[in-house]
């Protein structure tokens, strides 16, 4: 996920030179659903299109994310993108490696945040003086981020939150599908696929979800699941 956020301007420059072959090469291998997949195709700015493909592809997860740079590692799409084969993916990172003759000295930084994983160097046939400083930022743990959502007020975290996610969740089609019958009733449901934008439908989404703790919390849920990046970074 990280490696797709930290290149999300240079994918975005590159991939929306051709927009279309892009949504069509990740709907094929079912990263999208069809809804999703006319909703992008919708877009008539190729800038947006990008932006919201790359934004549903992280909120999926993991798994979605490392299928979705295998796609990005095909030959074909390569043909299309050019500077795709630029790209230095740590999809599968190499085990770093330094060498030095005889006499040289190698001094090098190695630094690791957020939860990352600090990967011994090999050194191989080396004489020379090498010195490596390792800097590790641990991150918060998967436990300590479960006791934040646990504790967060989930309807005052909705309301503070508003304006946010009115402008960042555009998956609101499917967010209505899963409540429909749950936390929305038909009538709801309608009035919010009514409306002819994510961020009208999310407005309204969040209008009949605010109003009890229980809707607040369900939504909240799904938020996480679906968005998880977005929720993070409003989160923390």
Same mark, same amino acid.
């Given at each position: 996920m990280e490696a797709i956020r930290r290149s999300k301007l240079h994918l975005l420059e590159w991939l929306m030179a051709d927009p279309d072959f892009i949504l069509q090469a990740v709907q094929q291998d079912g990263l999208l659903t069809q809804r999703q997949y006319l909703k992008l195709k919708s877009e008539s700015?190729?800038?947006?299109? *990008?932006?919201?493909?790359?934004? %549903?592809?992280?909120?999926?997860?993991?798994?979605?994310?490392?299928?979705? *740079?295998?796609?990005?590692?095909?030959?074909e799409v390569q043909d299309t993108y050019p500077n795709l084969r630029? &790209?230095?993916?740590?999809?599968?990172?190499?085990?770093?490696?330094?060498? %030095?003759?005889?006499?040289?000295?190698?001094?090098?930084?190695?630094?690791?945040?957020?939860g990352s994983t600090v990967v011994c160097p090999v050194i191989q046939g080396s004489t020379g003086s090498i010195s490596f400083s390792v800097n590790v930022d641990s991150g918060p743990s998967g436990n300590s981020r479960a006791n934040?959502?646990?504790?967060?007020?989930?309807?005052?975290?909705?309301?503070?939150? &508003?304006?946010n996610l009115v402008q960042?969740?555009?998956?609101?089609?499917?967010?209505?599908?899963?409540?429909?019958?749950?936390?929305?009733?038909?009538?709801?449901?309608?009035?919010?696929?009514?409306?002819?934008?994510?961020?009208?439908?999310?407005?309204?989404?969040?209008?009949?979800?605010?109003?009890?703790k229980t809707a607040s919390e369900y939504l909240f849920t799904k938020l996480c699941r679906s968005q998880y990046y977005i929720m993070q970074d409003l989160i923390s």
């Open positions: 700015d190729p800038e947006k299109q *990008i932006i919201n493909l790359l934004d %549903s592809v992280m909120g999926k997860g993991q798994h979605f994310c490392e299928k979705f *740079i295998s796609i990005l590692q095909k030959d630029m &790209w230095d993916s740590p999809r599968h990172p190499e085990t770093p490696s330094v060498a %030095s003759s005889c006499g040289r000295s190698v001094i090098a930084n190695v630094e690791a945040g957020g934040k959502h646990m504790s967060l007020d989930k309807q005052q975290f909705l309301k503070r939150n &508003w304006a960042k969740i555009k998956c609101v089609d499917d967010l209505a599908d899963e409540m429909r019958g749950n936390r929305l009733n038909s009538e709801m449901y309608s009035l919010i696929m009514a409306c002819n934008t994510p961020e009208n439908k999310m407005r309204k989404l969040l209008e009949y979800t605010i109003t009890t």
